[in-house]
């Protein structure tokens, strides 16, 4: 064989599937699920061995913001850093998205070093229903008509003005960051509350709603192309091309046997074949939407690929039961996944992800299905893979044009990429995937080469670009100009 496996050492395996529990009704872990929670994580930062004295504090918030007559309350987890602060110095707060927060995003990165310079106090706010802030349990349906970006954003203005009544904090100046879909709401807040919030830092933040997200494969393809090589990209075309073929000439037997889907996956079952494609193509989206030029990431996953065989179809097969941390069999019904969520939906399994899939129905889609011909994934992973979902955990009010006219109504409401908003920095990838929904140049963005989702996090490096470094140093004078307004 031509490529080592040597290469193989340089790369942490994905995380076996999370141990779920022990619950007797837990479902098998399912590799969909799986697949969409690796997309779903915090974006990576380096890590720091800066110590830091970060305090957790518990903030009251109303369940429901824009409702005056229901007066239920819960806890939101909020992180302070004030090792730089002094007093009436400005608030930085990153804001917390799909995820759990943790610390590092507040002690570490360029955010922190830009927080510094202005003695300012840092401050990571948890999105309500995920990580330990859950507003109300469990995440029936009903419960999660709680869950919105309205009700979120409120959230964080209530826990600005219950800071802002402390005596050091009053005369504080706001200024918020955030990234993916919490740069989404990093602009969208600065829009809603021109009037607290100064000035908005969004990395990477998709702005357009839309159901049928079949651009994002594209640029995944596109990063494998253009990092990784089109060798790659021809193998990952190729071996799709073949597992589609035996599904749809009777051979799909061949093909679970060659994948190595469990006894339960249904080769005659629309439903199940568009589960494996997603899953095969979302395997591969993971590591384009954090891939760093600068470490060869995608050039070393392609030389992977191509060291466990010299046959296409093959090697993707292994590659993938690799990145999935080596199931005995690779779970992917749709039965299973559906199955899956709406156990989550009782035991509020925090790992689900599922009030964002929640969040996907009622406001964004952004489904990210192979209906693009300009991309290696194959055509067996439509939209409706999820539309269905929504109908099937959610509700059966969930039909397609119920979620379409959600998503217009998100659009109507934040005006999509051509949002009038003043004091907002877009940065955006030139290779992440979600660029396609968010902010281009003629919107005022900037667009750093070659770079991936939210990929400009870090502190000022020798490893930057150029670009990546020019836009960095722009935002630090763009928040001095800000706080001097
Ligand atoms: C909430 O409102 C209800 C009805 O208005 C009232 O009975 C209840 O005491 C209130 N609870 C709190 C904690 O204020
Ligand atoms: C930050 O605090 C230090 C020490 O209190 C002070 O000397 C400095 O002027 C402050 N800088 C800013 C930008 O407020
Ligand atoms: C495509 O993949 C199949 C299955 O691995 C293999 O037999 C075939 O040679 C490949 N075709 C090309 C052009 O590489
Ligand atoms: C069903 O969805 C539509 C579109 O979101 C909404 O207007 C309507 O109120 C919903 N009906 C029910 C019963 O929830």
């Not at 395996?13 to 872990?29: D, F, I, K, R, V």
């Not at 939906?345 to 300009?374: M, R």
Request: charged share 20%.
């Amino acid at each position: 064989m031509k490529y080592t496996l040597i290469v193989l050492a340089l790369l942490a395996p994905l995380t076996a599937a999370a141990s779920l529990g022990n619950l007797e009704l837990q479902p098998e872990p399912n590799a969909f699920v799986q697949s969409l929670r690796e997309l779903r994580r915090a974006p990576p930062l380096e890590t720091s061995r800066k110590r830091a004295n970060v305090e957790t504090r518990w903030f009251t918030l109303k369940l429901d913001n824009f409702n005056a007559a229901n007066n239920a309350t819960w806890k939101d987890r909020v992180l302070i850093n004030e090792d730089h602060f002094t007093d009436g110095s400005p608030i930085f707060i990153y804001l917390g998205g799909e995820w759990e927060i943790e610390p590092s995003a507040i002690t570490s990165g360029l955010w922190v070093d830009i927080a510094k310079e202005h003695n300012g106090s840092l401050i990571y706010t948890e999105h309500r229903f995920f990580g330990k802030s859950f507003p109300i349990t469990p995440l029936s349906t009903k419960n999660l008509k709680y869950q919105s970006v309205q009700q979120a954003l409120a959230d964080v203005v209530h826990i600005i003005k219950t800071l802002k009544l402390e005596d050091k904090y009053k005369d504080s100046k706001v200024i918020v960051s955030g990234c993916s879909y919490s740069a989404t709401m990093a602009t969208w807040i600065r829009k809603l509350y021109p009037d607290i919030i100064l000035g908005s830092w969004a990395s990477s933040a998709p702005l357009e709603a839309k159901v049928d997200f079949k651009d994002y494969m594209e640029v995944v393809g596109q990063a494998f192309e253009q990092l990784g090589g089109k060798y790659c990209y021809d193998l990952i075309d190729n071996a799709t091309s073949y597992y589609q073929d035996l599904f749809e000439g009777g051979q799909g037997a061949k093909a679970k046997k060659e994948l190595n889907l469990c006894a339960n996956f249904n080769v005659n079952s629309k439903q199940d074949r568009w589960q494996i494609f997603s899953t095969i193509a979302n395997v591969f989206a993971g590591l384009a939407q954090y891939q760093k030029p600068g470490n060869y990431d995608l050039p070393k996953y392609c030389s992977v690929l191509r060291s466990f065989s010299d046959d296409d179809a093959e090697a993707l097969s292994k590659f993938v039961q690799w990145r999935l941390g080596y199931p005995t069999c690779l779970s992917v019904t749709y039965k299973g996944t559906v199955n899956y969520y709406k156990w989550a939906k009782i035991n509020y399994e925090d790992d689900s992800g599922l009030p964002w899939i929640y969040q996907t129905c009622s406001e964004f889609g952004w489904y990210q299905s192979s209906d693009s011909e300009n991309q290696p994934f194959g055509s067996s992973f439509p939209a409706t893979l999820y539309t269905d979902t929504c109908h099937d955990v959610f509700s059966k009010n969930y039909t397609l044009i119920n979620i379409e006219a959600n998503i217009a109504a998100t659009n109507k409401d934040f005006q999509g990429i051509d949002i009038a908003v003043k004091n907002v920095y877009w940065t955006q990838g030139g290779l992440d995937p979600w660029s396609k929904v968010g902010a281009g140049i003629a919107q005022g963005a900037i667009i750093i080469p070659q770079a991936s989702h939210c990929s400009d996090l870090d502190s000022i490096s020798a490893n930057d670009s150029p670009e990546l470094q020019a836009s960095k140093l722009k935002l630090a004078q763009l928040v001095r100009d800000w706080l001097a307004q």
